[in-house]
C-alpha cells in the first residue's frame, strides 16, 4: 500500500521561508518522479513544481523557479520543497504526488498516481 505523507507547513509572514517534507513508502521512489501541487480556496489545484526519479531534472510552474526549489532523496524516500520570500498568494493546500514514471516531469494532475493528504500553509501579509 502506497502512503505519501506530507509536512511542514504552517503560518509565515509575508518575506519569510517554510520548507514542505514528502516521505512516501509502499513503492520504489526512484522509479517515479515526484512533484508538489497546491490549491488554494475556490481554486483548482495546480501544479507548483516536479523533479524525474533521479533527481537530476526539475520543472516549475511560471516564475515559482526564483523562490522554490524542490529536491529529493532517494535513500531517505523523501521529497522537500523550500519556498522563500512567501507571499500572500502562495496560501493554499499543498499537496505532494508520484508521477506514473521516473522521466515524467509534468504539472499536470492527471500524470500523478498517488497523492497525500497535504499540508497548509498559510503567509499573513
Not at 514542505?20 to 515526484?34: E, H, K, N, P, R
Not at 497546491?38 to 520543472?59: D, L, W, Y
Not at 498517488?114 to 501579509?125: E, F, L, P
Request: hydrophobic residues 35%.
Amino acid at each position: 500500500q502506497v502512503q505519501v505523507l506530507e509536512s511542514g507547513g504552517g503560518l509565515v509572514q509575508a518575506g519569510g521561508s517554510l520548507r514542505l517534507s514528502c516521505i512516501v513508502s509502499g513503492l520504489t521512489f526512484g522509479d517515479y518522479a515526484m512533484g508538489w501541487f497546491r490549491q488554494a480556496p475556490g481554486k483548482e489545484r495546480e501544479g507548483v513544481s516536479c523533479i524525474s526519479g533521479s533527481g537530476g531534472s526539475t520543472t516549475y510552474a511560471g516564475s515559482l523557479k526564483e523562490r522554490f526549489t524542490i529536491s529529493r532523496d532517494n535513500a531517505k524516500n523523501t521529497l522537500d520543497l523550500q519556498m522563500n520570500s512567501l507571499k500572500p498568494e502562495d496560501t493554499a493546500m499543498y499537496y505532494c504526488a508520484a508521477a506514473q514514471r521516473a522521466d515524467l516531469l509534468s504539472l499536470r494532475k492527471v500524470d500523478f498516481t498517488y497523492w497525500g493528504q497535504g499540508t497548509q500553509v498559510t503567509v499573513s501579509s
